[in-house]
């Protein structure tokens, strides 16, 4: 049966208590009716969890404290620890095709930080080494998004836009960035993955955007203040983005959670439909 790879990060750091519970429940349920297995990933004891049970699910979400922010390099730490650990897009996509996932949706990508040009998310090394086809709105909206679009270029990753001709930003469904290759079928992003597999050993970018009406048009000062606050406090490295999107819960009033469960579930149901397909 065609699976689809969920990231636990969104689960444990990206989201508050009960909702993130609620929406990786939703993640899981969305995948399933449209015909595809979920596989939530996460590090749990020191064991690789591809696909977790009810229980570890719960456990993920009510004490996301105890799970480490873990990318793709860190990962050995903790089999070696038997310790708990949350999977970033890195590791998600390193884990999955290893176990023979072709497909995973998360929320956004990481890519290069605004203001720093060498502070790049480790995501995008991951993608030029990994054969799977991600479905994200992008990258995160506090990134520098001309940036990361170039890297993805430099480093090889074949980025199309499905149904959509620029790349999203995130809780916006335009950046102004034009992209190159565009899709509007399931099938044919399907025949591209299959003939881009055939001859390189990267991975695919998919640029779903979220859902119009979920969309938040007014985000870019509650942006701005989230990333003004960071630099105040002295927040860089793996805690700045768990730090930005919960200041973003309160500069926007819950509004920016909204926005991610959305934007989340319509990428689960395009991976579901392009796993599908590519099964």
Known sequence: MARVALESTLVAHGLPWPENLAVARELEATVRRHGAEPATIAIVDGEIK????????????????????????????????????ATTVSATAMLA????????????IGG???????????DLIALSRTQIAVVSAGAKAILDLPRTLETL???GVLVIGYQTRELPAFYMRSSGLKLEHTVDSIDELAAIARAHWAISTSGILVANPIPEAHELRDVGPAIEQALADA?????????????????????????????????????????????????
């Open 50 to 85: 591809i696909g977790l049970s009810a229980a570890e699910l719960e456990r993920l979400a009510q004490d996301g404290k105890a799970f480490a922010k873990a990318g793709a390099t860190d990962l050995a730490v903790h089999l070696a620890r038997k310790s708990c650990a």
């Open 97 to 108: 095709a290893r176990d023979g996932i072709s497909v995973f949706a998360t929320g956004g």
């Open 112 to 122: 290069v930080h605004r203001g720093d040009g060498s502070d790049v998310s480790h």
């Open 153 to 155: 270029e430099t480093l």
């Open 231 to 279: 630099t105040a406090l002295g927040i860089s490295g793996k805690p700045l983005t768990p730090f930005l999107l919960a200041r973003l819960a309160e500069v926007t009033q819950g509004a920016s959670i909204k926005a991610n469960r959305a934007l989340a579930l319509n990428n689960a149901e395009v991976a579901a439909k392009l796993a599908v397909v590519l099964d």
